[in-house]
């Protein structure tokens, strides 16, 4: 199939684009948020293939994914088909509700002309969808294999816009973790954050390559998951991925990503800092629980289990 996608979330297309399918990713001139292209700093196969945004119009498209409320007005707009009607299609929820929990009202609830599908089971026990036809399909992510040593004794972390997104992402928990190793974030926006919280046992990695930044992360000895209110975060996926110790917060989804014994989750802060210090303290105890992290992360979330989902869905919505 041909489908119609923007470039919204790099993770999670990252893995959506090694289907079979062609993806058609729109692109224009500054490459701002309606229209990025190809990613830059992922490694995208052939199939992810960039078209002007002003040329939709003349392409062939089986279906529409719209992942933002705009981009059904913006389908529209640059193809002069109707999303739902003209042209079939599917919403992609990647975030948990904000505002009014548990009542918040999802802005594609009661659509009979869509079907709606969220990336987790804690966004559609929470998002009040109405009558919308809903589906759950897990993460996948490309495996980066196991490539955790753990040979540095610090926690990693990865946090993208910790300072816009302050306690939605336990970005005020870091120096209190901190307090137990030092503690290295990687990803977009965190250049400042050192500075900002006043915290010297906190360095900052900002925008690195999905590789390198594999590369880094698997050196570090734990892997910490910070977030009060998110979906579920793709980085705690790779890290377990990687074969990394995972400590995280009993929030949203990662009490079910962290089955026993791949990781320790729990709500108590203080609890959570002294297993990352026995943890530091215990590499063998470490790599033990890394091992385990990764055979349940390839158990739930490969790649090849989340495409075949994404094709079954695509084949009973373009019919």
Request: net charge positive; proline share 6%.
């Given at each position: 199939m041909r489908l119609l996608i923007w470039h919204v979330h790099g993770s999670w297309t990252t893995a959506f684009v090694?289907?079979?399918?062609?993806?058609?990713?729109?692109?224009?001139?500054g490459r701002g948020p309606d229209g990025r292209g190809r990613a830059q700093t992922w490694d995208w196969p052939a199939n992810a293939v960039e078209v002007p945004a002003d040329r939709l119009r003349d392409e062939h498209i089986d279906a529409v994914i719209l992942q933002r409320p705009g981009e059904e007005e913006l389908t529209r707009q640059l193809t002069g088909r109707r999303p739902g009607r003209d042209l079939p299609a599917i919403y992609l929820e990647h975030d948990a509700p904000s505002g009014d929990v548990p009542l918040t009202r999802h802005p594609m609830a009661d659509r009979a002309d869509l079907h709606?599908?969220?990336?987790?089971?804690?966004?559609?026990?929470?998002?009040?969808?109405?009558?919308?036809?809903?589906?759950v399909i897990e993460h996948g992510v490309v495996d980066p294999g196991p490539r955790?040593?753990?040979?540095?004794?610090?926690?990693?972390?990865?946090?993208?816009?910790?300072?816009?997104?302050?306690?939605?992402t336990g970005t005020d928990l870091l120096p209190y973790f901190a307090q137990a190793a030092p503690l290295d974030v990687f990803g977009m926006g965190v250049r400042e954050l050192p500075r900002a919280l006043g915290e010297p046992g906190i360095t900052a990695h900002?925008?690195?390559?999905?590789?390198?930044?594999?590369?880094?992360?698997?050196?570090?000895?734990?892997?910490?998951h910070p977030f009060r209110w998110t979906s579920l975060g793709l980085s705690l996926i790779e890290a377990m991925h990687l074969g990394m110790p995972?400590?995280?917060?009993?929030?949203?989804?990662?009490?079910?990503?962290?089955?026993?014994?791949?990781?320790?989750?729990?709500?108590?802060?203080?609890?959570l800092r002294d297993v990352?210090?026995?943890?530091?303290?215990?590499?063998?105890?470490?790599?033990?629980?890394?091992?385990?992290?990764?055979?349940?992360?390839?158990?739930?979330?490969?790649?090849?289990?989340f495409l075949a989902d994404w094709d079954w869905l695509l084949a009973e919505v373009v019919r």
């Open positions: 090694q289907g079979r399918h062609t993806c058609l990713l729109p692109v224009i001139p709606l599908v969220h990336v987790t089971h804690f966004n559609e026990l929470f998002w009040d969808c109405g009558g919308t036809a809903v589906s955790w040593t753990g040979e540095l004794p610090r926690i990693a972390a990865v946090v993208n816009e910790p300072l816009r997104r302050g306690r939605y900002e925008d690195l390559p999905q590789a390198r930044m594999h590369a880094e992360l698997a050196r570090r000895r734990i892997y910490l995972v400590v995280a917060l009993a929030t949203t989804e990662a009490a079910e990503a962290i089955p026993p014994g791949a990781g320790v989750v729990s709500t108590r802060r203080d609890y990352i210090r026995a943890l530091l303290a215990d590499p063998q105890a470490a790599a033990g629980m890394g091992k385990l992290a990764r055979e349940a992360a390839l158990a739930r979330y490969g790649l090849a289990r």
